[in-house]
């Protein structure tokens, strides 16, 4: 039976060096807008937006991996300089709590993922893995190796992470004491004879930090974010990375997450999108209830519990919790203890959650 073929997605037909340039100057433009609207991580926002637009019109184009790790490691270092002895000494004499926060936020997405099993059309092992709340690329791989279609999981992580970021930019608008002042000097664009040193040492250090960090679940963040922080605290050295760089940093993460979304995958899921999306708000209401319980308990203020609790990713919500000056301390240390703990619980809490629905065959 003669099919016609599907006329060729808009962007598709453009040359590649015709689609990177259309992709900066939106991302560029966009990004600035949400900047002048003291919107949270503008210009992470930004791009990550116009880049799911990109994919679904059928841009070809991607970004390579290690411009993502890269930019990962440049957020790690960011986070790194607000880490002082003050912050770690509270991580230390908070960590009931962490473990407790970090426990509910399993115990929420086990939840919602086995609602998703019982009463979705979603196959039952491939929605227990989409909505593990760790890192989307460790969680797609485990997934894969588990059995499950590595696609729809990788749909459904990126999907919260979109919802993620979306609604901690929006609840940090309105409710986090904030108005688009920059989380850098705003002399910070030029090098001089006092920043040139540290910049080059911060440099070296995003190098090796993502060398060394490239196989380990996050590594390119928490690896350099680690050496950053004790080179630091030792008083060895001093950290500093510019605007731009920072700007580029972000930019780069947001077209790497939106990209993902392109035409192929959008289609095979578009059905289930509404779940997805429904899910991955539940859950992140959820997390936020959580927030509002655990925060005097932290001694800390929502919007830092907040961001704290969410459910991934771990590179945006470090970036929205340094543009908005809370708690990057606390955010890092309890997203990276809920990732590793879902990395090692996460095939068994898979069997179980099946186990429990009562999944057919």
């Not at 609604?167 to 002399?187: E, L």
């Not at 997805?276 to 992140?284: A, D, G, K, R, T």
Request: proline share 6%; net charge positive.
């Amino acid at each position: 039976m003669y099919q016609p073929a599907r006329p060729t997605p808009p962007l598709a037909k453009l040359p590649p060096a015709a689609q990177w340039l259309a992709l900066l100057v939106c991302s560029g433009l966009f990004g600035a807008l949400l900047a002048h609207l003291a919107m949270p991580a503008a210009h992470f926002l930004g791009p990550m937006l116009v880049a799911i637009v990109f994919g679904v019109m059928g841009a070809t184009i991607r970004l390579p991996r290690i411009a993502f790790r890269l930019g990962q490691g440049c957020v790690g270092v960011m986070v790194a300089h607000a880490m002082t002895s003050a912050v770690l000494l509270a991580i230390v004499n908070n960590w009931p709590v962490m473990i407790l926060a970090t426990v509910l936020t399993v115990v929420f997405s086990a939840l919602v993922g086995s609602l998703l099993v019982r009463y979705s059309s979603l196959p039952g092992s491939t929605a227990v893995w989409g909505t593990s709340p760790g890192a989307a690329a460790a969680m797609t791989a485990m997934a894969e190796d588990y059995g499950a279609d590595p696609r729809i999981v990788a749909t459904m992580q990126y999907v919260r992470v979109v919802c993620v970021v979306v609604g901690a930019s929006v609840v940090s608008r309105f409710v986090a004491d904030y108005h688009g002042v920059s989380s850098t000097p705003q002399d910070a664009f030029a090098l001089d004879a006092h920043t040139f040193w540290p910049f080059v040492a911060s440099i070296a250090i995003v190098l090796v930090g993502v060398s060394l960090g490239s196989r380990i679940p996050a590594g390119a963040l928490l690896v350099p974010l680690l050496i950053a922080t004790a080179l630091q605290l030792s008083g060895w050295i001093d950290l500093f990375l510019p605007d731009w760089l920072l700007v580029i940093a972000y930019g780069v993460l947001g077209c790497y997450v939106g990209l993902r979304f392109d035409r192929k995958t959008v289609r095979t899921v578009v059905r289930s999108l509404p779940v997805m999306i429904i899910s991955s708000l539940v859950l992140i209401v959820l997390c936020g209830l959580s927030a509002w319980a655990l925060a005097p308990f932290l001694h800390t203020d929502f919007i830092s519990a907040f961001l704290a609790t969410s459910p991934g990713g771990l590179d945006s919500l470090a970036i929205i919790a340094i543009d908005i000056k809370a708690d990057a301390g606390l955010v890092l240390a309890l997203q990276t203890l809920r990732l590793f703990g879902v990395i090692v619980t996460g095939p068994f809490l898979a069997k179980q959650m099946l186990r429990l629905v009562k999944e057919p065959g």
